[in-house]
């Protein structure tokens, strides 16, 4: 078999397929082409200027995040 491109070229296919839509690494999350169908959260979102959403999001996963471990915390005890 002949391989007409570089190796990564070759190996470009199988990293794609493994990728995930959220990827959490040491001190980053990048999030790709992930759709929430959460009509809340649409909702919310839609009431945001879209040069705003973003930020809106990263806020609003804060709050969740913060409010998720606090209650774990008090069901822990």
Known sequence: MAFTGT????????????ERPVQVLAT????HEL???RPAIVA???N???DK??????H????????VVARRERFRH
């Open 28 to 31: 980053t999350m990048t999030i």
């Open 7 to 18: 190796q990564q070229e070759v190996l470009a296919p199988m990293a794609a397929s493994t």
């Open 60 to 67: 609003a996963l804060e709050v969740g995040i913060t409010e």
């Open 53 to 58: 959403q973003e930020i809106a999001l990263v």
């Open 48 to 50: 945001i200027p879209a």
């Open 44 to 46: 919310y979102l839609q």
């Open 35 to 37: 759709t929430i169908e």
